[in-house]
């Protein structure tokens, strides 16, 4: 015994311990030597996978040249419209013994293409074959949650879901160790999922893709299992971290029972429940954003305590970005706080701490009850691609109710609606300085490279490889191959989806709003709806207004809450969904003849889109409607924003969205001079 009363123990009777989860950070920015410096720099400091975050244009499909990406280049990601930049990414990085997470879901043919293509290049000695084999990673290529949440999607989804399924059968033939899918129920969670809804709606997606799979005829009956066997998952973790892991267990539960029952999988590893997390972003908070830290470390208990249901890997957001673009020393520190819990502490020293209790198993039960529940009435809608629209109207609802629940206190966020007293912050007193800044020079840099690149190929070449894409996807040809040929010849990111938007046409996801159920928020919003209805009889009708979504921002939570609760204090609500351009919003304003623009920008390039908006307003003859601006925006960005003639600037630390109304009808007045 030691003087403490702990027996010692030698290194041979202790307990073995588990390895820890891959620990990874969500990183890209700038460009693409931007962003290799910052990979060797994070796996330098003990980081064991690669996360690659893709700037906007990217994710959705379009050249840096091209009107949508103005504003847009390296601000949330890192560009990369061709090979070239691919190879400067992953410079003195080894494919081949690397393993990578690239989030990027529509174009992810395109990525996983030149991403193969830069690690042959890498691997001159091996035949392309050999080197496919030892590439290991996940492409999160899950189109559905695009629709639902994330808004990063470009093509319709018959078209996107014969992508995926090619995408499938050929990783599980000649990458093995590739994830070629993540089904990502992150960002439902963040659109307003329960719990029982990101179960249900994840695993109704994994089963549309598998049964897409099964009906290609892509897999032979004996490879389908490794099929199965190679479906990732990509769940968010909550501040309830007790649920978060009854949420997890639940998930292992079902999709074993799935595997079993519905596929035949035999094989127990082939049925195991595979995923990684990011930790929750959206309950980051603006308002005393040190509490940030213990938000994430709970967070990530949620998806570590339990050995059985534990995450894969594992990657944490900054304490910070809530406030823009969390610096290399944020991400340090998210790193350093997987590692104490991971090498530190006891955790993995142990089996399941759960196994047994009464409350768990009560509490897993509910939700795979619930869940099985919401399933089966999505398989009888004809599935999840012929549901969406239930589900994101069913997401919208939700996220109403929660944020109903924040403005009424009965959900308490600490230092927002409860406890908002607060010492000054030593974090926080230099505001610009506590964010990086996204280099102001991205897009001018990324479009030089295109240009460059554009006159150093063979356009002849890039012309044939572009043109059997085209023919190929007009048949039922896996698009795979044709795909690695446009990636050699040289086509550009816009090019390959240019193409293939030329044959399977454009698509706009629903907004979900029309749908919602009306949510309580408290008495307050009869006192604005009067307003609303004065205001209206004094301009002589209803007032409008116009949510605008401006640029390539596809995070359309906040439009989406705005329009709702609009709708619900009486105004006539004009909202077309993500993706519009300046001009198409001034078309709209036009049209419509409205009396405020509401616009909402989440990505960062407020200070490109909003001025547009504004100048085209002027030209249109209708520069004193007031126009009021949403997002992320750092308090400098919303003095100058006003500066040029934004009548309000509201960021995350403005949650009372019924308050946000009466502020609409204020700024209406004033531009009446009603008051």
Same mark, same amino acid.
Request: net charge negative; aromatic share 6%.
């Given at each position: 015994?030691?003087?403490?009363?702990?027996?010692?123990?030698?290194?041979?009777?202790?307990?073995?311990?588990?390895?820890?989860? /891959?620990?990874?950070?969500?990183?890209?920015?700038?460009?693409?030597?931007?962003?290799?410096?910052?990979?060797?720099?994070?796996?330098?400091?003990? &980081?064991?996978?690669?996360?690659?975050?893709?700037?906007?244009?990217?994710?959705?499909?379009?050249?840096?040249?091209?009107?949508?990406?103005? +504003?847009?280049?390296?601000? /949330?990601?890192?560009?990369?419209?061709?090979? +070239?930049?691919?190879?400067?990414?992953?410079?003195?990085?080894?494919?081949?013994?690397?393993?990578?997470?690239?989030?990027?879901?529509?174009?992810?043919?395109?990525?996983?293409?030149?991403?193969?293509?830069?690690?042959?290049?890498?691997?001159?000695?091996?035949?392309?074959?050999?080197?496919?084999?030892?590439?290991?990673?996940?492409?999160?290529?899950?189109?559905?949650?695009?629709?639902?949440?994330?808004?990063?999607?470009?093509?319709?989804?018959?078209?996107?879901?014969?992508?995926?399924?090619?995408?499938?059968?050929?990783?599980?033939?000649?990458?093995?160790?590739?994830?070629?899918?993540?089904?990502?129920?992150?960002?439902?969670?963040?659109?307003?999922?329960?719990?029982?809804?990101?179960?249900?709606?994840?695993?109704?997606?994994?089963?549309? /893709?598998?049964?897409?799979?099964?009906?290609?005829? &892509?897999?032979?009956?004996?490879?389908?299992?490794?099929?199965?066997?190679?479906?990732?998952?990509?769940?968010?973790?909550?501040?309830?971290?007790?649920?978060?892991?009854?949420?997890?267990?639940?998930?292992?539960?079902?999709?074993?029972?799935?595997?079993?029952?519905?596929?035949?999988?035999?094989?127990?590893?082939?049925?195991?429940?595979?995923?990684?997390?990011?930790?929750?972003?959206?309950?980051?908070?603006?308002?005393?954003?040190?509490?940030?830290?213990?938000?994430?470390?709970?967070?990530?208990?949620?998806?570590?305590?339990?050995?059985?249901?534990?995450?894969?890997?594992?990657?944490?957001?900054?304490?910070?970005?809530?406030?823009?673009?969390?610096?290399?020393?944020?991400?340090?520190?998210?790193?350093?706080?997987?590692?104490?819990?991971?090498?530190?502490?006891?955790?993995?020293?142990?089996?399941?701490?759960?196994?047994?209790?009464?409350?768990?198993?009560?509490?897993?039960?509910?939700?795979?009850?619930?869940?099985?529940?919401?399933?089966?009435?999505?398989?009888?809608?004809?599935?999840?691609?012929?549901?969406?629209?239930?589900?994101?109207?069913?997401?919208?609802?939700?996220?109403?109710?929660?944020?109903?629940?924040?403005?009424?206190?009965?959900?308490?966020?600490?230092?927002?609606?409860?406890?908002?007293?607060?010492?000054?912050?030593?974090?926080?007193?230099?505001?610009?300085?506590?964010?990086?800044?996204?280099?102001?020079?991205?897009?001018?840099?990324?479009?030089?490279?295109?240009?460059?690149?554009?006159?150093?190929?063979?356009?002849?070449?890039?012309?044939?490889?572009?043109?059997?894409?085209?023919?190929?996807?007009?048949?039922?040809?896996?698009?795979?191959?044709?795909?690695?040929?446009?990636?050699?010849? +040289?086509?550009?990111?816009?090019?390959?989806?240019?193409?293939?938007?030329?044959?399977?046409?454009?698509?706009?996801?629903?907004?979900?709003?029309?749908?919602?159920?009306?949510?309580?928020?408290?008495?307050?919003?009869?006192?604005?709806?009067?307003?609303?209805?004065?205001?209206?009889?004094?301009?002589?009708?209803?007032?409008?207004?116009? /949510?605008?979504?401006?640029?390539?921002?596809?995070?359309?939570?906040?439009?989406?809450?705005?329009?709702?609760?609009?709708?619900?204090?009486?105004?006539?609500?004009?909202?077309? +969904?993500?993706?519009?351009?300046?001009? &198409?919003?001034?078309?709209?304003?036009?049209?419509?003849?409205?009396?405020?623009?509401?616009?909402?920008?989440?990505?960062?390039?407020?200070?490109?889109?909003?001025?547009?908006?504004?100048?085209?307003?002027?030209?249109?003859?209708?520069?004193?409607?007031?126009?009021?601006?949403?997002?992320?925006?750092?308090?400098?960005?919303?003095?100058?924003?006003?500066?040029?003639?934004?009548?309000?600037?509201?960021?995350?630390?403005?949650?009372?969205?019924?308050?946000?109304?009466?502020?609409?009808?204020?700024?209406?007045?004033?531009?009446?001079?009603?008051?």
């Amino acid at each position: 015994m030691t003087e403490s009363g702990h027996t010692d123990r030698t290194a041979a009777e202790r307990p073995a311990k588990d390895r820890p989860w /891959v620990m990874r950070t969500y990183a890209g920015h700038s460009t693409a030597e931007a962003s290799n410096a910052l990979y060797r720099t994070n796996l330098a400091k003990g &980081q064991t996978g690669l996360s690659v975050a893709f700037d906007l244009p990217t994710q959705t499909g379009y050249d840096p040249d091209s009107p949508l990406s103005r +504003g847009e280049v390296g601000k /949330v990601g890192v560009p990369v419209p061709h090979l +070239g930049e691919m190879r400067t990414l992953f410079t003195d990085i080894p494919l081949t013994s690397m393993n990578t997470s690239m989030t990027i879901n529509a174009v992810a043919m395109w990525m996983l293409a030149m991403y193969q293509v830069v690690a042959e290049e890498q691997n001159p000695d091996l035949s392309p074959e050999e080197v496919a084999e030892q590439l290991a990673g996940t492409t999160q290529n899950d189109i559905i949650k695009e629709y639902l949440s994330r808004g990063t999607y470009a093509f319709p989804p018959e078209a996107s879901m014969r992508l995926i399924a090619d995408m499938i059968a050929y990783t599980v033939h000649r990458i093995p160790k590739w994830n070629p899918i993540n089904i990502c129920s992150y960002h439902l969670q963040e659109a307003g999922a329960t719990p029982v809804q990101e179960l249900a709606y994840a695993l109704s997606t994994a089963i549309a /893709v598998l049964d897409r799979v099964k009906e290609s005829g &892509q897999v032979s009956e004996d490879d389908f299992e490794k099929v199965v066997g190679r479906i990732s998952f990509f769940v968010n973790a909550g501040v309830r971290f007790i649920e978060e892991t009854c949420k997890m267990r639940a998930f292992v539960q079902l999709w074993d029972e799935i595997a079993r029952d519905r596929y035949g999988v035999q094989d127990p590893k082939m049925r195991r429940f595979r995923y990684g997390v990011q930790v929750n972003s959206l309950g980051l908070t603006e308002a005393q954003p040190e509490n940030n830290v213990q938000r994430i470390v709970l967070e990530m208990l949620g998806v570590t305590l339990s050995k059985d249901a534990r995450a894969r890997a594992l990657q944490l957001p900054a304490w910070n970005e809530a406030l823009g673009l969390p610096r290399p020393w944020d991400q340090q520190w998210s790193l350093r706080l997987q590692q104490v819990l991971a090498f530190e502490s006891d955790l993995l020293e142990y089996d399941d701490i759960f196994e047994g209790s009464h409350v768990i198993e009560a509490k897993v039960a509910e939700l795979v009850a619930g869940a099985k529940a919401e399933i089966e009435r999505v398989q009888d809608m004809g599935g999840a691609i012929a549901a969406v629209d239930y589900m994101k109207s069913e997401l919208v609802s939700s996220h109403a109710a929660r944020r109903a629940r924040i403005e009424s206190g009965e959900e308490v966020i600490v230092g927002v609606n409860k406890f908002e007293t607060t010492e000054p912050s030593p974090l926080t007193a230099d505001l610009d300085g506590a964010i990086m800044a996204a280099d102001p020079e991205a897009e001018r840099t990324a479009r030089a490279s295109v240009e460059a690149w554009k006159a150093g190929r063979d356009e002849a070449e890039v012309a044939e490889a572009l043109a059997a894409l085209a023919a190929a996807a007009k048949t039922d040809e896996n698009l795979m191959a044709p795909t690695l040929v446009a990636a050699r010849a +040289g086509a550009t990111t816009g090019e390959w989806a240019a193409t293939l938007r030329e044959v399977f046409g454009e698509y706009r996801g629903p907004t979900g709003v029309s749908g919602a159920v009306a949510a309580e928020a408290g008495a307050e919003l009869a006192a604005v709806r009067e307003r609303v209805r004065a205001t209206g009889e004094e301009l002589g009708g209803r007032l409008r207004l116009l /949510v605008g979504k401006p640029g390539l921002d596809g995070h359309s939570n906040g439009a989406e809450q705005v329009a709702v609760r609009a709708r619900d204090a009486g105004f006539e609500v004009v909202y077309q +969904g993500i993706r519009l351009t300046p001009a &198409q919003i001034v078309a709209a304003a036009v049209a419509e003849d409205v009396h405020c623009i509401g616009l909402s920008i989440l990505s960062g390039s407020h200070m490109e889109l909003v001025p547009d908006v504004l100048e085209g307003l002027a030209e249109a003859g209708l520069g004193d409607i007031p126009v009021i601006v949403g997002g992320i925006i750092p308090d400098a960005d919303g003095r100058r924003l006003r500066e040029l003639g934004v009548a309000a600037v509201y960021t995350p630390k403005d949650y009372g969205l019924t308050e946000i109304m009466g502020g609409i009808v204020d700024v209406i007045r004033a531009a009446h001079d009603l008051d």
